[in-house]
Structures are given as structure tokens and as C-alpha cells.
């Protein structure tokens, strides 16, 4: 397993930017398919978008298509979450996942209790 430590969130207008990362201790972070999600107050956890680790395949949810972009640098064990166009309904706690040779079709519906996973970093959107 992996230990992950998420940041880059904070408060941001309607229409902003803001680019998390997902720091991975270990040296297999290669092996690790990578993937975002948000839990907003009251609401179950949701798959936000996913990196794979072989060839750098990437899925997002609908919610993200076309505003946000995953992406990782093996070099820095680092995956990032670069989020544009921010809207009020973005605001929510970011997590960040990680699972050694999983699809990412498998990362998106990944629960809690499998894999690693990292504290979260709050996003906040005014509108």
C-alpha cells in the first residue's frame, strides 16, 4: 500500500482554477493506478476521474468532462487534478485513491476499504 497526502485545495470564485496533487510515498507508484473522487456534505462519495498506470489511460465522470484533467509524473509520485470553470456545485472534499494494476473502469466504482486512500483537501466555489 501506499500512503497518499492530498493539497492545492482551497476557496475559488465560480469560474475559477485550481490544481490539486496527490503525493505517493513508495517506489512502485508506476504500478498504481491513480483516481479522484469528492464527497460533498451529506452526499456518498463520487468517482471524479482516474489515471491508469499502464500507458496513462484516463476516464472522467460526466461531471468533469471537458473542465477537469487528470494527470500524473511517475518521476515525482505525484498524480494532480486540474480543475477549470469551477461552479458552487464543485465545492466538496477532494480524495485521492490509489490501487496497484486496476483499470481505471475498476477505480471508478472502487469503495472505501480497497486500496489507499488520502485524507482529503477541501474545495470550496462561491458563487
Known amino acids: 500500500q501506499v500512503q497518499l497526502v492530498e493539497s492545492g485545495g482551497g476557496l475559488v470564485q465560480a469560474g475559477g482554477s485550481l490544481r490539486l496533487s496527490c503525493a505517493a510515498s513508495g517506489r512502485t507508484f508506476s504500478t498504481y493506478t491513480m483516481g479522484w473522487f469528492r464527497q460533498a456534505p451529506g452526499k456518498e462519495r463520487d468517482f471524479v476521474a482516474a489515471i491508469s498506470w499502464s500507458r496513462g489511460g484516463t476516464l472522467y465522470a460526466d461531471s468533469a468532462k471537458g473542465r477537469f484533467t487528470i494527470s500524473r509524473d511517475n518521476a515525482k509520485n505525484t498524480a494532480y487534478l486540474q480543475m477549470n470553470s469551477l461552479k458552487p456545485e464543485d465545492t466538496a472534499v477532494y480524495y485521492c485513491?490509489?490501487?496497484?494494476?486496476?483499470?481505471?473502469?475498476?477505480?471508478?466504482?472502487?469503495?472505501?476499504?480497497?486500496?489507499?486512500w488520502g485524507q482529503g483537501t477541501q474545495v470550496t466555489v462561491s458563487s
Open positions: 485513491a490509489a490501487a496497484q494494476y486496476l483499470t481505471v473502469q475498476a477505480m471508478a466504482i472502487m469503495k472505501e476499504g480497497f486500496g489507499s
